[in-house]
């Protein structure tokens, strides 16, 4: 319990410290084309970012497998694995770079031509990234294996530092672009920060590997599951068409409110998932199927709990800190306007933190085609939800809808471990 604190409090910090980046970034520019341009590119990133750091997706589980049998062997697989993962970042960086303007219109067909410049050229800066990223999240997951989930927080929070620092100082001088670079910045901070302390922990034994016998498994399995988190991810190509739709800077807004949402959400599931997720692994690891029923509905009396209550104090203590932090460069009828999307937004938040155990025990399971199916079905609800709600409810209906498809993929994921632990229980 005393390291879950600890590691509360160091999550809270770096939840801190990216709220603060958000509050200087809203404060300094607004919403407007070019920052509806960062946060589109922002979208983008995230998605071609999955593909690059595709082998992170179940190494959690496949690592926990091997040290079952070898501590040693799992390490080398690490290293073959963050190898890996570099290298398809630096080709998907190049070939981003190159192709950036028809990636950002087809994740925007309506967007205004203004906005679609500004995306592009930021990706053209922040895509660069991505071979930090995909070591950034390899190491995560073996820190996360190992249970040490103390760098990764602290790692964030200094390139949190940086992202603000770079709008403060060069913000005047290249306005909006400040944000590409500090992102960028940032980025690559966070990586060799993690990398230096995952060196002090190992040590110089296990060397470069490009190659483990367990690759092929690592990457069928991530790669199906990725192809699952993809299809759910079109869910942000959707929201932003139907956004382009929409008055500008309906995406900014948007983007504020979800990001609100997404902040209470990490500061009250991040710590406790990610430890959830690595002894979930390890206890399917060790067969030890009756620890896999005791931790999710721990998971769910502690921390969902904990988030309701969150969820309440935030909820009545907005509207009065909105006008103070960002009343500069926002009208009351907009801060108005962005906390009624928190509050549209946050039921999906609240579905999402019951169903995400029953997700990591799928994963635990290696249940990856199950993955896309749900993903699958997901995505058609979500679409014909927006279809039905959105000409009536606007872009209160974009959220609406979000939330409306993600009580089927929760009911889904249920039935899943449901019936995957009655099966190992025969």
């Given at each position: 319990?005393?390291?879950?604190?600890?590691y509360n409090f160091l999550n809270a910090a770096q939840i801190g410290s990216g709220l603060l980046f958000q509050v200087i970034l809203a404060r300094k520019f607004g919403a407007t084309a070019p920052t509806d341009g960062y946060f589109l590119a922002a979208t983008v990133l995230t998605a071609i970012s999955g593909i690059g750091s595709l082998l992170s997706e179940m190494f959690l589980q496949h690592y926990h497998d091997l040290k079952v049998g070898s501590h040693d062997d799992a390490l080398r697989f690490y290293a073959a694995t963050v190898s890996l993962s570099v290298i398809a970042g630096v080709i998907l960086s190049i070939g981003g770079f190159f192709l950036r303007e028809q990636i950002v219109t087809l994740f925007a067909f309506g967007i205004d031509p203004p906005v679609k410049a500004a995306a592009a050229q930021f990706l053209a800066i922040i895509i660069w990234g991505l071979p930090f990223t995909g070591l950034s999240k390899i190491n995560s997951a073996f820190l996360n294996a190992e249970l040490l989930l103390g760098m990764p927080y602290l790692a964030t929070n200094f390139g949190n530092i940086v992202s603000i620092l770079g709008i403060l100082l060069l913000g005047s001088r290249i306005g909006v672009m400040a944000v590409a670079a500090s992102s960028l910045a940032s980025m690559i901070v966070i990586a060799v920060l993690q990398q230096m302390y995952v060196q002090l922990r190992i040590g110089k034994g296990v060397g470069f590997q490009l190659w483990h016998p367990r690759i092929p498994q690592l990457i069928r399995s991530s790669f199906t599951v990725q192809i699952g988190h993809q299809i759910y991810m079109l869910k942000d190509a959707v929201v932003t068409n139907a956004l382009a739709f929409l008055p500008p800077g309906s995406i900014s807004l948007f983007n504020y409110g979800y990001r609100i949402s997404t902040l209470v959400f990490s500061i009250a599931n991040s710590p406790a998932l990610l430890m959830f997720a690595s002894r979930s692994a390890r206890s399917v690891a060790e067969r030890s199927f009756e620890s896999v029923t005791k931790n999710i509905r721990m998971f769910l009396l502690q921390n969902v709990k904990n988030y309701f209550f969150l969820?309440?104090?935030?909820?009545?203590?907005?509207?009065?800190l909105l006008p103070h932090v960002l009343g500069q460069k926002f009208s009351s009828a907009d801060l108005?306007?962005?906390?009624?999307?928190?509050?549209?937004?946050l039921p999906y938040h609240v579905i999402l933190a019951f169903e995400l155990p029953f997700v990591q025990t799928t994963l635990a399971f290696k249940s990856c085609s199950t993955v896309v199916r749900i993903a699958v079905l997901f995505l058609f609800l979500y679409i014909a939800f927006l279809l039905a709600l959105g000409p009536h409810f606007g872009i209160y209906g974009v959220a609406a809808a979000l939330s409306a498809a993600q009580v089927f993929n929760t009911?889904?994921?249920?039935?899943?471990?449901?019936?995957?632990?009655?099966?190992?229980?025969?």
């Amino acid at each position: 319990m005393s390291r879950l604190l600890l590691y509360n409090f160091l999550n809270a910090a770096q939840i801190g410290s990216g709220l603060l980046f958000q509050v200087i970034l809203a404060r300094k520019f607004g919403a407007t084309a070019p920052t509806d341009g960062y946060f589109l590119a922002a979208t983008v990133l995230t998605a071609i970012s999955g593909i690059g750091s595709l082998l992170s997706e179940m190494f959690l589980q496949h690592y926990h497998d091997l040290k079952v049998g070898s501590h040693d062997d799992a390490l080398r697989f690490y290293a073959a694995t963050v190898s890996l993962s570099v290298i398809a970042g630096v080709i998907l960086s190049i070939g981003g770079f190159f192709l950036r303007e028809q990636i950002v219109t087809l994740f925007a067909f309506g967007i205004d031509p203004p906005v679609k410049a500004a995306a592009a050229q930021f990706l053209a800066i922040i895509i660069w990234g991505l071979p930090f990223t995909g070591l950034s999240k390899i190491n995560s997951a073996f820190l996360n294996a190992e249970l040490l989930l103390g760098m990764p927080y602290l790692a964030t929070n200094f390139g949190n530092i940086v992202s603000i620092l770079g709008i403060l100082l060069l913000g005047s001088r290249i306005g909006v672009m400040a944000v590409a670079a500090s992102s960028l910045a940032s980025m690559i901070v966070i990586a060799v920060l993690q990398q230096m302390y995952v060196q002090l922990r190992i040590g110089k034994g296990v060397g470069f590997q490009l190659w483990h016998p367990r690759i092929p498994q690592l990457i069928r399995s991530s790669f199906t599951v990725q192809i699952g988190h993809q299809i759910y991810m079109l869910k942000d190509a959707v929201v932003t068409n139907a956004l382009a739709f929409l008055p500008p800077g309906s995406i900014s807004l948007f983007n504020y409110g979800y990001r609100i949402s997404t902040l209470v959400f990490s500061i009250a599931n991040s710590p406790a998932l990610l430890m959830f997720a690595s002894r979930s692994a390890r206890s399917v690891a060790e067969r030890s199927f009756e620890s896999v029923t005791k931790n999710i509905r721990m998971f769910l009396l502690q921390n969902v709990k904990n988030y309701f209550f969150l969820c309440l104090v935030v909820a009545m203590a907005l509207p009065q800190l909105l006008p103070h932090v960002l009343g500069q460069k926002f009208s009351s009828a907009d801060l108005t306007r962005m906390y009624f999307l928190f509050l549209a937004i946050l039921p999906y938040h609240v579905i999402l933190a019951f169903e995400l155990p029953f997700v990591q025990t799928t994963l635990a399971f290696k249940s990856c085609s199950t993955v896309v199916r749900i993903a699958v079905l997901f995505l058609f609800l979500y679409i014909a939800f927006l279809l039905a709600l959105g000409p009536h409810f606007g872009i209160y209906g974009v959220a609406a809808a979000l939330s409306a498809a993600q009580v089927f993929n929760t009911g889904a994921y249920i039935r899943c471990v449901t019936n995957q632990l009655k099966q190992v229980r025969l």
